[in-house]
């Protein structure tokens, strides 16, 4: 059964790259807007310093989205956009203090959108809120997920894995993408014997120890697996994504698999928690204005041809999906998720 993508009926493309700076989003001493997208401004917005917080230490995908779009988000609000930085537990200490903030939209996160709804539905420590507690302003990336070997593997196939006896997922620990992508594939599919490696400090680390033979396979974001499977360091498998992705355009996603109807249930679950991908959230009690006024920014910057571009380039696409959809197509489809996907969902935290 084909499964059409949210984002390909909605999106467009483009993307990012890092460091801390302040980018303003007005002109110099007089006043005047500089060239760029612009949404025609925003009252409740104009000459403000808005923070877009990354939930994740600089350099990362999140942290170059969130550079990439901030000066023409300025440039489109007549405001100051700046990014700042606050990692912890995976993206949930951000999150946390994101939604005790004012709503008066200058300060806004760019989410680990599944990491986040994994933990709010498996009811994780230190999820100490629900999705309806933030407000959408709009998607403007993926979250395709690719499991991939390493090259001088004897895993070269999904079908190989699934003779496999004892196949060896690494992962750099319970509640993250990399073990919670696993854990579902284990059930789905009753892998004999199969185990999830822990232990590491992060997926470099497991990367190193797949490219060594201590693991067999690794399952993360599919921009992040582009660079080891250019080089021919990493083999992919299998890609969870409504279709196949350009990181591995010969690798087949779920829904070209012959699949069981439990096996259909667990993995198109599991994709709907992927759609959400990397939003911008604001609080819940968001001024209206305001909140209508970052939606309108988006929309017109995620049209930009020079802004599409250049997220080409760093091989960092927009995909975008209006705040609005995703509350409406996403959010909803992840409030009424089977029973069954939620039970293993929360024994990988």
Known sequence: MRHISLSRRLSIGALATSATLAIAGCGGASGNPQSGPSAGGCESLEGKTISVVVPFAPGGGYDSYARLIAPDLGKALKAQVIV?????????????????????????????????????????????????????????????????????SKYETWDDVKASEGFRFGSSGRGSSDYITPSILIEAFDLKNAQIVTGFKGQSEVELALLQGNVDGLAGPADSRRAGI???????????????????????????????????????????????????????DMDPAALECLRGALDTIAKDQDLLAEGEKQFRPISYVSGTDLEEQVINKIKELPEEYLSVLKQSF
């Open 230 to 284: 250019a080089s021919g360091e990493q083999t992919p498998l299998l890609s969870i994504a409504p279709e196949r992705v350009p990181e591995a355009p010969d690798t087949p996603v779920f829904s070209e698999l012959e699949l069981t109807e439990r096996q259909e249930m667990l993995l198109t679950a599991h994709q709907t928690v992927n759609e959400l991908g990397r939003p911008l959230v604001g609080p819940k």
């Open 84 to 152: 700042k930085n606050q990692p912890g537990a995976g993206g949930l200490v951000a999150i946390n203090s994101l939604v005790r903030a004012k709503g008066d939209g200058t300060e806004i996160a760019i989410m680990n959108g599944a990491g986040v709804a994994a933990a709010v539905l498996a009811e994780a420590e230190g999820a100490g809120f629900s999705l309806d507690d933030l407000s959408y302003i709009g998607r403007v990336g993926e979250n395709n997920t690719v499991l991939v070997s390493g090259t001088e």
